[in-house]
C-alpha cells in the first residue's frame, strides 16, 4: 500500500479528516455528561431515561468496535471511515431533533453504529497511509488536537445548555462530519489490508450488544420494580445467558471478534482488568459530580464544565512525559500509583456535602478532582504502551480494539450498576426523611416515586404548601448522600484497579510505546 509524507497535500488531507472525524466523538463523549441536567427537564426524563442516553450509545460502540476494526481491513479504511461517518452523523441530526427521550435513545443507537465504524478507523487510516518515519509525528499531533477537543467538551456543553441549545451538541457534528468526507472523497486514497482473510463475526456483535442491553435492562429496572419483578431477574438471566453464549462462539469461531486466548497473557489480562474497574470508577465519578453541582449544589451548566478544565489541563501537560518516564521505569510503578492517586481523588470528591455553590469550589470539589486528574495523566499512556506491548506487533491493532471494547464496556456497567443503585439509595434516604412527617401513606408515596428523577426530584401535587420545603430538604439531602457513598464506591474500584496492577503487571518488563483511539 502507498505511504505519503506528513507534509504532503495527501498527508495533511489525511490527517484533517481523521482529526476532525474524531472531534465528534470526542466533543459527544465529553459535552454529554454537562448537558444532562437540561436535556433532563425538556425531555421530561427520569434517571433511567437519562441512564439510557449514556449507555445506548456505548453498548453498540462496545459490542460492534471490533467489527468495524475488521471490516475496514477487509473492506477498506477508508470507505468504512466514511460509511462510520455518514452514520454517525444521521445518528447525530436525528439526537438533535428528537422529541422525547425515547427517540432520543434510539438514535443513540444509530450513533453508537456509526462510531463502531468510525472511531477504529481514525488511526488506522492514519498509520496506514503516512510514511512509518513520519507516524509518531502524526499521531502526536492527532492526540494533541483530539486534546484540545476534549478539553473543550464541557466548556461549549455547559455554554450550549445554559443557553437552551443542548441540541446543538449532537448538531455540530454535522459540518465536522460533512467537511471530513469532503475531504476523503476528493484527497484520501482508499487503503486495504490485502492479507486479511476470513468472515466477520457478526453473531459476536449481536449477542455482545444483546446481552448488555439485556443486563443494562435488567439493573436499570430493579429501582422502579424490585429484583423479584421479572423484568428484572428476567433480563439480568437473558443477559448473562447471552454473554455466555458469547464466550462459547467466540471460543468456537474460526475469525473471532474477541480472540480469547489473548487473555492467557498474563500482563494482556491485567491491563485490561485494571482498565475495567479504573473507568469504571472515574466514568461514575464524572456523571454523579456533574449531575449533583447542577441539580444540587446550584452550579449553571457553564460553571459545572469549567470545574473539569483542571482534570484536562493535568492530562495535557503530563500524560505524554508519563509515558516517557515509564518507558524508562517499567509501566508498574504508574500503573499501581496512578489509580490508587484517582481512587484517592474520587474519595476526597466524596466528601464533598452541601455547599455553598459555585464560591466554594476550590476547597470542596477542586482537590479531589485535582487528584483524580493527575492520577489519571500517570496511568493512561502507560496503561496504553502496557496494554499494546504485551502482545506481538502484529497484533497491535487487536490489542487496541479490545482494549478501546473494555473501557466502553466498563462504562456500560457502571452507568446501569451505580445508577440503580443510587435510585435505591436515595429513595431509602427519602423513606427515612418522610417518618414522622404528618403525611397519609398515598402521598408519602408519591413523594418517594420522584426519586426516579434523581437530583430532578420536586414535590409531587398534593403536598400542602407547608411541608414542599421540608420535601425539598429532604430530596437535597438524600440525594447528596446517595452521591456520597456512590463516589465511595467508585473510590473503592479505583484503589481496587491500582491493587490489579500491582498483582498482575511485571515489575520490570519494558513495553513498547502505542497510541490508542479512545473516542
Sequence with gaps: MPTFPLQSAKGRSVMAATILASSMAFIDGTALNVVLPALQNQLQATAAGLFWVLNAYLLMLAALILVGGALGDKLGRKRVFMTGILVFIAGSAACGLAANVEQLVLFRVVQGGGGALMIPGSLSLLSSSINENEQGKAIGTWSAFTTLVTMGGPVLGGALAD??????????????????????????????????????????????????????????????????????????AAGVLLLTAFVWVEMKSPN????????????????????????AAMGTGMLFLSLNMVQ?????????????????????????????????????????????????????????????????????????????????????????????????????????????????IASVFATAIFGALAV????????????????????????????????NAHPPGGV??????????IYKDGFIAAYRRILLISAVLGWLSGL????????????????????
Design 464 to 473: 400542602p404548601q407547608e411541608l414542599s420545603t421540608t420535601v425539598k430538604t
Design 256 to 279: 473471532p471478534m474477541l480472540p480469547l486466548h489473548l487473555f492467557r497473557n498474563r500482563t494482556f489480562s491485567g491491563a485490561n482488568l485494571l482498565t475495567f474497574f479504573l473507568y
Design 163 to 236: 443557553a437552551g441549545l443542548w441540541r446543538y451538541i449532537f448538531f455540530i457534528n454535522i459540518p465536522l462530519g460533512l467537511i471530513s468526507l469532503f475531504i476523503l472523497r476528493r484527497h484520501v486514497p482508499e487503503q486495504r489490508n490485502e492479507s486479511a482473510a476470513g468472515g466477520i463475526d457478526y453473531t459476536g456483535g449481536a449477542l455482545t450488544a444483546l446481552g448488555l442491553a439485556a443486563l443494562t435492562f435488567g439493573f436499570l429496572r430493579m429501582p422502579e420494580y424490585g429484583f423479584s419483578h421479572w423484568q428484572s431477574w428476567g433480563a439480568l
Design 500 to 519: 490489579i496492577a500491582w498483582w498482575l503487571i511485571p515489575g520490570k518488563a519494558h513495553f513498547r510505546k502505542r497510541p490508542s483511539a479512545n473516542g
Design 296 to 408: 444540587v449544589q446550584g452550579y449553571t451548566q457553564l460553571q459545572s464544565g469549567l470545574t473539569f478544565l483542571p482534570f484536562t489541563v493535568l492530562m495535557i501537560l503530563l500524560a505524554r512525559p508519563a509515558g516517557g518516564w515509564a518507558d524508562k521505569t517499567g509501566p508498574r510503578p504508574f500503573l499501581v500509583g496512578g489509580p490508587l492517586l484517582a481512587g484517592t481523588g474520587l474519595f476526597l470528591m466524596s466528601l464533598a456535602g452541601e455547599t455553598g455553590g459555585p464560591s466554594y469550589y476550590w476547597t470542596t470539589f477542586f482537590p479531589g478532582i485535582l487528584v483524580l486528574g493527575l492520577g489519571m495523566s500517570l496511568t493512561v499512556a502507560p496503561l496504553t504502551a502496557t496494554v499494546m506491548g504485551a502482545l506481538p506487533p502484529q497484533l497491535s491493532g487487536t490489542a487496541s480494539g479490545v482494549n478501546n471494547a473494555v473501557t466502553r
Design 424 to 455: 435505591l439509595l436515595f429513595a431509602k434516604d427519602v423513606r427515612s426523611g418522610l417518618e414522622g412527617m404528618t403525611m397519609n401513606e398515598g402521598l408519602k408515596s408519591a413523594v418517594v416515586a420522584e426519586t426516579v428523577n434523581l437530583g
